[in-house]
């Protein structure tokens, strides 16, 4: 006995390195350059805030983040499961210590006349009552626990970057949302007009065919020319509504509620931020959720590789009984005992090896999709550094040509008050500036929404 005492002893002793791989940070592409070509984009800000979304210099934009933030079913579920996260931590911790258990039992026995009775007055029907205390205890000798809690820990940051990952995602939605509905709503306006001018131009010139100064294929073609611009205006105002209807659900409304207003014109172009490739794994959510999945594969390893080993169980347990609740543990109703266990797998038929083997796989899985999250990490930036530089070059040839047909325009005005253009000449003049402020628009709006992506792609701040 005291042999089996000691090997116990030296068992327990001997649990103090847990089997399976430790968790090593994987190695990381690291290109020099986040764009083959060096891209001159103006300039750049300091370190990402939590609240990036400021940098567009909008109050009524920050207040719609707020309010999506707030209210969003998606980050309230994310933070409910990263609740739960953090209870299974707990509870994974809660293995280390010693079980300890109570119970108390009460019976109405009947043991018949023809069976004798346990007690000393001969009773046959007789109340009886017992209770007990145990305690178990699971050494843990090969790690298999630790590994259980190392799993859950890296479980729960993969959850705590999930939850900022949604976050992340709510934010440049609502943002790109609410710059949308701004653009399109100006869009809007700017074609109406358009429309207005051209339906104007259609009356001069029908009049102008009554009196013999135009063909009839004039009057056709300023018709084809109409019908075109009045075409592009139900798909504006279609995509006007249902993003509307995004930005609402984006910030927890339903889509009749009412929504701020947005003028494009509030929205500052912002300084776009630098970051150098080491530090974009570091930001990214997904990049860091995808090193945690590895994390907690790597621990999963460990421990199907523990439950191959011997597991040794310890218990005691103090108990007593009587016919009275007080004389449980009167002199003589006492029991008790202490023993000790090992239970070693011998032969499974290849389930527990199989199972390491599942584990190693997976492990190979979620190491090859840290490595496509961080590739993907890199390929989004660069693709919105490459349309930024190519949305800066598409706005100043917008600018160009408001600033050109604007001039047409006025000039044509002047020359029709001096009696050396015609009416139709100036509303054509118009249409031509109305065209070139929509396209300046969607220009605009295509490089703030490209800002978005950016801070996106870059992955936000930590927001709190």
């Excluded at 949604?166 to 074609?191: K, P, R």
């Excluded at 013999?212 to 006007?240: F, H, I, R, W």
């Excluded at 103090?318 to 032969?347: D, Y």
């Excluded at 999250?373 to 930024?388: E, I, R, W």
């Amino acid at each position: 006995m005291k042999r089996v005492a000691i090997a116990c002893a030296v068992l327990v002793l001997a649990g103090c390195a847990a089997v399976g791989p430790d968790y090593q940070k994987p190695v990381t592409p690291a290109p020099a350059s986040l764009t083959r070509d060096a891209l001159s984009l103006g300039s750049t800000a300091g370190p990402i805030a939590p609240d990036w979304w400021k940098v567009f210099g909008s109050p009524a934009l920050d207040a719609m983040v707020a309010e999506g933030l707030a209210n969003s079913p998606t980050v309230a579920a994310a933070r409910a499961t990263l609740r739960a996260a953090q209870e299974n931590v707990a509870a994974q911790r809660g293995l280390f210590a010693p079980q300890v258990q109570a119970g108390y039992n009460f019976t109405r026995q009947n043991v018949g006349q023809s069976q004798q009775s346990p007690l000393n007055s001969g009773d046959s029907v007789f109340n009886y009552h017992t209770a007990s205390l145990s305690v178990g205890y699971t050494p843990d000798l090969f790690g298999g626990t630790r590994r259980t809690v190392e799993q859950a820990g890296a479980q729960l940051d993969s959850q705590r970057w999930q939850l900022q990952g949604a976050q992340l995602t709510l934010a440049s939605n609502l943002v790109g949302a609410a710059l949308q509905v701004a653009m399109l709503a100006e869009q809007v306006d700017l074609t109406t007009q358009a429309v207005d001018a051209m339906q104007e131009q259609l009356r001069v010139m029908r009049n102008l065919q009554r009196n013999g100064y135009a063909s009839g294929l004039d009057v056709a073609t300023q018709e084809n020319l109409l019908s075109q611009v009045q075409q592009s205006l139900p798909p504006l105002q279609k995509s006007l509504e249902q993003t509307r209807n995004l930005m609402a659900v984006l910030m927890g409304r339903t889509p009749d509620a009412s929504l701020p207003q947005l003028r494009l014109a509030d929205i500052r172009p912002p300084a776009l931020p630098q970051v150098v490739p080491s530090e974009l794994v570091a930001r990214r959510p997904d990049v860091r959720q995808a090193e945690s999945d590895l994390h907690a594969a790597s621990a999963a390893i460990g421990i199907a590789k523990a439950a191959r080993f011997p597991q040794l169980n310890l218990t005691a347990s103090l108990g007593g009984g009587a016919t009275e609740f007080g004389r449980m543990f009167s002199a003589g109703n006492p029991v008790w005992s202490i023993g000790s266990g090992l239970l070693a797998p011998i032969f499974d038929g290849g389930t527990l090896q199989a199972r390491q083997r599942v584990a190693e796989a997976q492990f190979d899985a979620a190491a090859a999709q840290y490595r496509g999250a961080v590739l993907t990490a890199f390929q989004n930036v660069s693709d919105t550094l490459y349309a930024l530089d190519i949305d800066q070059r598409a706005l100043q040839a917008a600018d160009a040509s408001v600033a050109a047909t604007r001039a047409g325009y006025e000039l044509t005005q002047s020359q029709l008050t001096q009696g050396y253009a015609s009416r139709p000449s100036m509303l054509a003049a118009q249409q031509a500036w109305l065209q070139a402020r929509a396209a300046r628009v969607a220009s605009y709006g295509t490089l703030v929404g490209d800002s978005v992506a950016l801070y996106q792609a870059l992955g936000g701040g930590a927001i709190p």
